[in-house]
């Protein structure tokens, strides 16, 4: 015969068990659906690219054909995000001739999202192919560094350094006239959930790069705060940053973000589109 304590014990156990069957589908089809997805979207290249534009002493010999990317979060919720918008504008397309060239909004259909429904563009900086095509995309706030916004795009949406365009620093000062730019505040702000920005890599005067909560771990979108693998691997800052120091910190402090199941992307690697795996023309999946 059983004695009460161990009658009681039994039946904890079997209510404990209903408990966890019950939960165990629940939060399993919770965290699916909360799973974030992450793609890199190759709108185009700039072919022949001299490497020493894009690592600190690098030989002025070697030449690369750059990645014109843009960066698709699908948080797990009614939100699609894009990191950095690329560009349109006919000057740019003129000046820098990019091959296999489609605007942004129409590469990435390839993921089967319309310009329509893209409800957040973070810009990591104020630089033509980063920040040019955001007005393609009705519907989006802009996340952007104050520091960064204030630096740049002065009253009446002049340009305040050479940095921003000027048409870009126009649009930029219209977009947030209309309600449609949030200014971050400063370093590891987290703009929604699963998503958060970071300062400190000095590609401009306050650049920031993305960092999203993956079940693997951190997934960083680097931007031009690292253009290359070859930045990250070697411990080599860009050529072109405000200060090589800060830019060197800002990559250890991703490379440690990610820890050792995280990823690190870089901005213009072409690489990118070889190491993940492929789910459509120009598009990979970051995993």
């Known amino acids: 015969m059983l004695t009460t304590f ?33 793609y890199a979207v190759r709108y185009g290249a ?30 797990g919720n009614d939100r699609i995000v894009l990191v950095d918008a690329g560009f349109y504008r006919e000057k740019f397309i003129a000046r820098w001739k990019p091959v296999d060239y489609q605007k942004p909004s129409d590469a990435i259909r390839v993921l089967g999202i319309t310009p329509e ?12 192919d980063h920040v040019d095509g955001i007005d393609l995309f009705p ?32 649009m930029l000062y219209a977009l947030r006239q209309a309600g449609r730019v ?8 987290d703009i929604m959930p699963g998503i958060r920005v970071y300062t400190g890599g000095k590609h401009t005067f306050a650049s920031q790069y993305a960092g999203v909560q993956t079940a693997r771990g951190t997934v960083v979108l680097a931007s031009d ?9 070697t411990r080599t800052p860009i050529a072109q940053t405000l200060d090589r120091a800060a830019n060197l910190a800002a990559q250890q402090r991703m490379l440690e973000l990610a820890g050792t199941t995280g990823v690190v992307v870089p901005g213009h690697d072409p690489a990118v589109f070889t190491r993940f795996p492929v789910v459509g023309k120009g598009a990979v999946r970051i995993r």
Request: glycine content about 6%; some cysteine; proline content about 3%.
């Open 225 to 233: 705060n690292a253009y290359l693998y070859e930045n990250l691997d």
């Open 46 to 75: 700039v072919a022949n690219m001299p490497v020493s534009s894009l690592i600190a002493g690098a030989d002025t010999a070697r030449r690369l054909d750059v990645a014109l990317t843009v960066w698709v979060i699908k948080p």
């Open 117 to 128: 429904q893209v409800t957040d563009i973070i810009v990591s900086h104020v630089h033509w």
């Open 182 to 189: 949030q200014l971050v505040d400063g370093d590891a702000q």
């Open 6 to 38: 161990a009658r009681f014990t039994r039946a904890a156990r079997a209510a404990l068990l209903v408990v966890c069957s019950a939960w165990g589908p629940i939060a399993a089809r919770g965290s699916a659906q909360g799973a974030p997805e992450i």
């Open 139 to 170: 519907n989006a706030t802009v996340w952007i560094q104050r520091e960064e916004y204030e630096h740049h795009v002065g009253d009446g949406g002049v340009s305040l350094d050479r940095a921003a365009d000027a048409l870009d620093a126009a």
